[in-house]
């Protein structure tokens, strides 16, 4: 698994790829984490974005924060990523325009622990800090009275199976699919731990708010992409795979991994990761009760304003 993850990273490049279109400006997109299964069904969205007349180039950054902080200067327009603390303590108005998943992750480790009150005292690696998988390690010790040891950061969950395998780490959080690979796999050697339901966001895309108003037309043309794909991805997941571009960066992912995209986005869908109209409102309440729980916002959710942190007219537009 380690030498396919290998080339898989090596496929997928380090930094960006230039889509050709016809609108005179380009959306510079900060990605999270390099190409993968997991952002398969984003790049099909940048395909039908770029069919309706969208320019975009994408740089893939080595974890959330940077992609946050490329944002936040200006380097790039449109960042993955949850960054309500940043969005709450900034002066830049940040807003977040599509939930991409949800926080649908599930904490696996060796067989030293049986239950999550088994990690008090114990390292963990996570996904990055101040991001999905770090605010649901806030939440576990709030809500089990435990406190993890030292945090380690290891972006993609693909990435901390294969440490957990090389025993690198003996316990993280991952996403529905790869949990399912490690369990079939490998199960009779690590465990999965019962945790709670969470409806909150993992991955959104967001941007200045200024930017959003002034580029209206090519944010509208982006969502409507992403929206129509998430809809027709929850009718029947196998259009990810069908309509993944060859020659675009998923397209040159080893087979051994474009071979699974469907299983990939059936579990998904099947495990109630996507929002097929991007969350929306109810996300974004979701957001909030869940961020100011994890420590990442201050202040009464109930008494938050969702405008100071969703700008959702874009989302109206695509799915009126």
């Known amino acids: 698994m380690k030498h396919l993850m290998k080339r898989a990273m090596a496929a997928a490049f380090a930094v960006g790829f230039a889509a050709t279109a016809a609108q005179a400006d380009t959306i510079r ?20 974005a770029k069919a309706n ?9 080595s974890d959330e924060e940077l992609a946050i902080q490329a944002v936040l200067s200006g380097q790039m327009d449109i960042g993955f990523g949850t960054p309500y603390a940043a969005m709450q303590r900034s002066k830049a108005p940040i807003r977040i325009v599509f939930q991409l998943s949800k926080l649908k992750f599930f904490p696996v480790t060796s067989q030293k622990y049986e ?29 089990y009275g435990i406190k993890f040891g030292e945090r380690s950061y290891v972006p993609g969950s693909a990435n901390r199976i294969v440490a957990l395998i090389a025993g690198q ?3 993280t959080i991952v996403d529905l699919s790869n949990k399912n690979k490690l369990m079939k796999q490998e199960g009779d050697k690590f465990n999965v731990l019962p ?7 993992d991955e959104a895309l967001f941007a200045n708010l200024d930017w ?6 090519a944010v509208n043309t982006f969502v409507a992409a992403l929206v129509s794909t998430w809809q027709d991805m929850s009718e029947d997941p196998t259009i990810i795979s069908r309509e993944t571009n060859p020659d675009g960066p998923i397209g040159q992912l080893p ?31 979701a957001d909030l009760e869940w961020y100011s729980g994890a420590g990442q916002l201050e202040g009464d959710p109930s ?18």
Do not use: C
């Open 195 to 201: 945790m709670f339901e969470v409806e909150a966001s």
């Open 169 to 171: 780490t003996d316990a």
């Open 29 to 48: 997109i900060a990605l999270a984490e390099t190409p993968s299964d997991e952002l398969a069904a984003f790049f099909v969205a940048l395909e039908r």
């Open 212 to 217: 959003i108003q002034n580029n209206e037309e």
């Open 115 to 143: 239950k999550l009150e088994d990690l008090d005292g114990e390292p963990i690696m996570l996904h990055s800090r101040g991001g999905g998988t770090d605010s649901i390690a806030n939440v576990i010790e709030e809500k």
């Open 303 to 320: 008494e938050l304003n969702i405008e100071d942190f969703w700008y959702l007219e874009p989302l109206k537009a695509a799915t009126q």
């Open 255 to 285: 087979p051994e991994i474009l071979g699974n995209l469907d299983t990939f986005y059936t579990d998904a869908v099947e495990g109630g990761l996507y929002d097929p109209n991007g969350g929306g409102e109810k996300a974004a309440m």
């Open 53 to 61: 007349g969208l320019e975009y180039e994408w740089t893939a950054f």
